[in-house]
């Protein structure tokens, strides 16, 4: 998803704006990775996974990020 430059538009929140600002956190916790979909902070957590598999993890990133909602 691209942003608009901050300048020029407001950053929504709502589900329904394609302008929302989103995060993505990830992270090694001792045996497995953890991810996290952000929308838009830690208060609304979208989807979350953990996988030992590198590759995985990538497949996962790559999927949220080509459609957050899930759909």
């Known amino acids: 998803m691209k942003l608009p430059p901050p300048d020029t538009q407001r ?3 709502a589900p329904e704006s394609r302008w929302r ?3 993505l956190d ?7 990775f953890r991810v996290v ?3 838009p902070d ?3 957590v979208r989807k979350s996974a953990e996988t030992s598999d590198v590759q995985e993890l990538i ?8 459609d957050p ?3």
């Open 11 to 13: 950053y929504e929140t």
């Open 21 to 23: 600002e989103i995060h």
């Open 26 to 32: 990830a992270g090694w916790y001792r045996d497995r």
């Open 37 to 39: 979909l952000l929308d």
């Open 42 to 44: 830690w208060d609304h």
């Open 59 to 66: 497949r996962i990133v790559e999927a949220w990020l080509v």
């Open 69 to 71: 909602s899930g759909r």
